[in-house]
């Protein structure tokens, strides 16, 4: 997997914002929509504000664009604090011109037994506009892309995931400290959409990612580290920092 090294997080954030600000432009100009897959957690906020910034400042405007979120807690309230539908309005939804029919995000509210009927549905609505443009992602320390466990196969479709106990207790944080508060489990698209998009661009920061950048960029491809699967993509990049890069040989 191609990486690109930048000595820190923000002027890497701003490499990738202005790629998805190129990409969005682009196809504004060919009158067509720009098809976004996003995550949230702490890696990507720095590429929100740059884009919101380019919105404020410079006048990108994102009326073309459709937004896929890679996955939301289950169960999960969408006004709760710790919801990725309020993350996604805090941090980039609220502040830009972005239709508010335009972006979806994995709803943590359905009945389990319509899960299964919600995961298909998503997935036919990103089919419909054509699969994704360009795929944002961050990484696990266990290796998970979106909230594709260790053990997910290549083929893997959107569903229903049991969460790692190490997933847990890294959320553990936003839940006020409380393991016990963290959600068993979370709706995420299925890794084969994820290898689906035409461009896929991972992000890490720090050290705590660094064994990980090493194993799934330096390993072999394995279900026990499901971001190795982007090796296989065509079109992939992950952007690291120097911290996240310290084991790469
Ligand atoms: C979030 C997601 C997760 C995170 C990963 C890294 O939508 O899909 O895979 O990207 O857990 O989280 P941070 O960036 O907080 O280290």
Known sequence: IPTKLFKDSKEASKAVAQEIADLIRE??????????????????KSVYAELVRMHKEEGLS??????????????MEPDSLQSYVRFMKEQLFDKVDIPKENYFIP???????????????????????GGLDFQLLGIGANGHIGFNEPGSLINSRTRLMMLDHSTRVAAASDFGGSL??????????????????KRVVLLA???RKAPVIAEAVEGRVTESVPASYLQTHANALFVIDERAASELT
């Open 27 to 44: 196809k504004q100009k060919q009158g067509k929509q720009c098809i976004l897959g996003l995550a949230t957690g702490s890696s990507p």
């Open 62 to 75: 994102f009326k073309n664009v459709v937004s896929f979120n890679l996955d939301e807690y289950f169960p």
């Open 107 to 129: 709803d943590g509210t359905v009945p389990a037994s319509k899960v299964k009927d919600f995961s298909d549905e998503y997935e036919r609505k990103i089919d419909a506009m």
């Open 180 to 197: 016990v508060k963290v959600p068993k489990k979370a709706i995420t698209l299925g890794v084969s959409k994820i290898l689906n998009a």
């Open 205 to 207: 920061w720090g050290e």
